[in-house]
């Protein structure tokens, strides 16, 4: 599923009514109707609606929405809320035929705002993906009423208010309980800041001609992506068909991350998964994971410490987790960054002073599993800066670095060094424990070393990690309880999902 920004937006409507020919009005037809169909999830037929309408084509999608509705017997009452002369072209042709159906439609906002509070539905099509700033009047006091009330708020495209785009702007915007996307979800639907605003969201087929439409290098990793490209265990293959593994870190007064991070990976399929942590770590750690082997790193007052061990021979390396700051540790991973010749994954305190110019040079590939604060001292830019700008921030350091990188948050973006992006959305709040990034690692590895696909790999293992997530706090757990722990004992239920 591909995710837009507002010009890719315009660009598809554009070739579809230049060059496939397909009219304004008939794209808005088309629009309005598939909108419908998804909002009468939401619409009892005892409810109240009201349908607010801007100028543009998203208040002409909203004469569609009113007077589908009202054909099919709803209780719809009409608002435009601008005046009539700023409603042109394919708008203005709905409003007509909205007439020429026999309904009115009012502009009377002395009446509107008092009159909300009456309504079971509130439908906004007010403004679309053009907005950029602060809300002007009438909008903003029509959305600042309609978030009041305990009305069932839906959206058109994006809530009003809601910029389509990465943005700095501070956002005052319609919240809506739902929105109905139109034809592929906008960038800010995965943005921190904007994400909120429009609750559930569905996206509907407008009848866009797919096949001409211009390419975005921004996609939503869905279920059935990772149907299509799990890897598949074929009868014959033994425990080195699937990955010989090395997990790099822990410390004498961390181990748990590193044991978490190794059963992650055996748990999600690793044949043979290696523990490089300190001697004083291993006797807290053998206990939990019993499947592994181990590699004595030297150690200074329970830090890893000096040269990195003989990493040839494995397929993939992750390092970091529980490993800590102590600045013995820096000399370690530049020995690692130099050795390593498979797939690195570099994650928590391994990020903490990351040599990027040697990182630059390797020729095999390193994936950063950053949060955005991580993420946020490696760029160096703000924190705020990751929160507003996400996809352009990463794709720019992904490309100047040569690097993959895993942006972790509600929406995870996995970005390739050719600034191609993946973005996925599984997962809740239950993952937000200590932990959780170190089982993530522990995934992701087992990935690396299944697929040739590394992007393929990355979003996996993410979806497989919050899908997990999702499932226990339904059957078993809730947020509040769940462990990192938890998650990797409910890997073989996701797995298995995907294996019937």
Known sequence: MDIVTAQEMYEWDRVAIGEAGITGAMLMESAGRAVTEDMLRHIKSSDQVVVLIGAGNNGGDGFVIARTLLNRGYNVETWQVVSDDKVRGDAKTHRALFQSSGYTYRTDLDELVPSLERYDVIIDAMLGIGVKGNLREPFSTIVRQANVQR??????????????DESDDDIDAFRADATTVIAAPKMSAFLERTRPFYGEWSVVEIGLPVNELPKTDRKVWTREDVKRTLPIREANSHKGSHGKGVVIG????????????????LRSGSGLITIATVDSAIPSVAPFIQEATYMGLEENDGFATGQAPDLSGFDGV???MGIGR????????KGVLEKVEAPLLIDADGLYELPLDQVRARRNPTVLTPHPGEFARLAEVSI?????HPFSLSRQFAKEYGVYLVLKGPSTIITSPDGEQLVDTSGNAGLAKGGSGDVLSGVLLAMMMQTD???EALANGCFLHGSTAEHLTVEKHSMTDLLASDVIEGLPVTFRTFSC
């Open 318 to 320: 992750a390092f970091g």
């Open 326 to 333: 102590d600045p013995d540790t820096r000399g370690l991973l």
């Open 384 to 388: 705020s800066d990751v929160i507003a």
């Open 151 to 164: 009305a069932r708020r839906l959206a058109v495209d994006l809530p009003t208010g809601v910029p389509a």
């Open 250 to 265: 822990g410390s004498k007064h961390m181990p748990g991350s590193i044991a978490m991070s190794a059963r992650a990976a």
């Open 453 to 455: 696909s590394l992007m």
